[in-house]
């Protein structure tokens, strides 16, 4: 990466970074409302253990996953809004005409996305200890769980950025906070994979990808050391980053009709 | 095109076109030249083709057809070198709210490739140069739309372009801020010799700041020159009487009707440009006392830059103004 790049990636998220930390609304909100959600699910289908075959006998250990994802998606929401309103404003057209390369751009956009994940897989994973939740992989695998949190949050964040850039509004982007709630609440969020006896319900979710994010940050939560599906989780988040990476690049050579 | 302006300050525009799908031609076909430090006012009414102009000489919006030439540079071929060379301060004050002024300075200098030092002391230097090193901290969420213009303009300095547009810069601005950005865009244009194409729909910014200026309606250059030359091409003073009688008001029409056509005028006056110049205000005076009509009061205005837009388009500048529909589209591709 040439000094140039690292520079301009270093002003862009140092500038995302700072309107992410002044920004209380956009960083509470993602941090009580899965907390609030983890405590109501705790607490009402706590039952759901005494199910055979469900992995652990702490309902808190295996539903603290959700958190994570459920943070995440506030993500798409906060690095997509966060661009639209560049784009609405003009400020986009600021930064176009200087040396500015699209790179750059994208990624300093989600350094926004990494501290916002980061404060949130640490807050979630600390009161879910407290809490009572185990931790089967030990204090290294809270640094793993943390990587993995950060690394869904950022790959889901550059979804965000494609829809603002495609769209170039920000109520366009916050109408995909639903549609990616309905990916989370067909996967296997409530109860593990195996245990869902509906056939239907059961086929989504064992093609949602939502499931497999799950099912790797359970792994450290509940089993320990998992690699395979550990590995498998990182792959997705991967895969779901590079998509998005690729189609947010897309749509910005479009929105970006500089010669 | 000559090629004595190349790779110079100067802006060389020909035959330049840009069409929206579904829309008519936001500009079409205009043809100029901006000398290297000089002042280009650039009026219109809203709509007129303005700011999509902007937005092809600074790059951000490729011509439908035509060229143009900026700081020497070709705008399509050469997009970066000609983005190199100018600094421009767009429609609407494009600033981050929740960052403060001197963040702004330090972003727009890092992305420009200063060094380290040299941002932090230009960052300064700009922002004391427009008045904001006192608000230089604080958030340009809590500045005001003057402050927000000032900021901009410094922005729009930070790597010391050569050229600089400005695109309606002092639209919603009060007085006292608008004519401190006055003097800073003369100061610029005649100490540092940066060259200004500066679009407005404000004729007195137009005939106070500008060395020539062109003016565009619906796409058309239709008159270029120095404010006193165009208005010397028109000619005709307009005067103004209103009757002590509201009653003579019809009677002091036609008495006035005799020296020229009707213009623009107050609700209890009546105007006429005079065919014959300021000779004629004697000749006036003398008409309407000899029908008796008692003159309240009496004005004679010098032809301004809205009668060359009224003899030029056939309308009057105020008023003339149509939605931005196609310039929205402009910088906002789906």
Redesign the interface.
């Given at each position: 990466m040439s000094g140039?790049l690292r520079?301009?990636i270093g002003?862009?998220a140092?500038?995302s970074v700072?309107?992410t930390l002044?920004?209380p609304a956009q960083i509470v909100p993602a941090i009580v409302f899965p907390m609030f959600l983890l405590a109501v699910n705790a607490g009402g289908l706590k039952d759901a253990t005494n199910l055979p075959g469900f992995p652990t006998d702490s309902y808190l250990t295996f539903i603290l996953a959700v958190p994570f994802v459920q943070g995440a998606l506030f993500s798409v929401m906060n690095s997509g809004t966060d661009l639209a309103r560049?784009?609405e404003?003009?400020?986009l057209?600021?930064?176009?005409?200087?040396?500015?390369r699209g790179a750059a751009l994208l990624s300093g956009l989600l350094a926004g996305s990494l501290v916002l994940g980061l404060v949130q897989a640490v807050v979630y994973l600390t009161v879910g200890l407290i809490a009572g939740a185990e931790l089967a992989a030990g204090a290294a695998g809270a640094l793993v769980l943390v990587a993995l949190s950060v690394t869904i949050t950022v790959a889901f964040g550059t979804i965000g950025l494609f829809a603002a850039l495609r769209?170039?509004s920000g109520e366009a982007v916050q109408g995909l906070f639903p549609v990616f709630f309905v990916f989370l609440f067909l996967s296997a969020m409530a109860l593990p994979l195996d245990l869902l006896t509906t056939d239907w319900f059961h086929a989504i979710a064992s093609v949602n990808p939502v499931t497999y994010l799950l099912e790797a940050i359970r792994s450290l939560l509940i089993e320990g050391w998992e690699l395979d599906q550990l590995a498998l989780g990182f792959a997705i988040a991967a895969a779901i980053g590079t998509i998005g990476m690729a189609a947010a690049s897309s749509a910005l050579k479009?929105?970006l009709?500089?010669? | 095109m000559s090629n004595g302006s190349q790779r110079g300050g100067g802006i060389e525009v020909e035959a330049l076109v840009r069409e929206f799908k579904n829309g008519p031609r936001a500009v079409d076909g205009i043809d100029l030249e901006v000398a290297q430090g000089e002042i280009y006012g650039f009026l219109g009414p809203n709509g007129a083709g303005k700011s999509t102009t902007v937005l092809m000489l600074t790059t951000l919006l490729p011509p439908t057809a035509g060229s143009a030439r900026v700081g020497g540079f070709d705008v399509v071929a050469e997009g970066p070198q000609v983005r190199a060379t100018i600094g421009a301060a767009l429609q609407e004050a494009a600033l981050d709210p929740l960052l403060t002024g001197r963040e702004h300075m330090r972003l727009q200098t890092a992305l420009h490739g200063l060094g380290k030092s040299e941002r932090e002391e230009r960052g300064g230097e700009l922002l004391e140069r427009v008045g904001l090193d006192y608000a230089a901290d604080r958030k340009v969420g809590g500045y005001s739309g003057g402050m927000k213009r000032r900021l901009d303009l410094a922005l729009a300095l930070a790597h010391r372009p050569r050229i600089l547009f400005l695109d309606e810069p002092t639209t919603g601005l009060d007085i006292q801020s608008r004519t401190a950005l006055w003097e800073e865009v003369s100061r610029l244009a005649a100490e540092d010799g940066v060259t200004v194409f500066l679009t407005t729909q404000y004729l007195e910014e137009a005939d106070a700041l500008a060395n020539r200026v062109g003016i565009i309606d619906h796409g058309h250059l239709v008159a270029e020159g120095t404010p006193a030359e165009l208005k010397a091409e028109i000619g005709r003073p307009t005067v103004e009487a209103v009757p002590r009688e509201e009653g003579e008001r019809e009677r002091m029409r036609a008495v006035l009707g005799r020296f020229g056509e009707q213009a623009g005028s107050s609700p209890r006056g009546v105007a006429v440009r005079l065919e014959g110049g300021e000779s004629q205000l004697a000749e006036v005076v003398r008409a309407l006392d000899a029908e008796q009509i008692a003159i309240e009061h009496l004005q004679l205005h010098a032809p301004s830059l809205d009668d060359v837009f009224l003899a030029k388009t056939g309308r009057s500048l105020e008023g003339a103004g149509e939605p931005e529909s196609g310039e929205t589209e402009a910088v906002a591709p789906a």
């Open positions: 140039g520079n301009q002003q862009l140092r500038r700072l309107r002044r920004q560049d784009i404003t003009g400020f057209n600021r930064l176009a005409l200087t040396p500015l769209f170039g479009t929105r009709v500089r010669t | -």
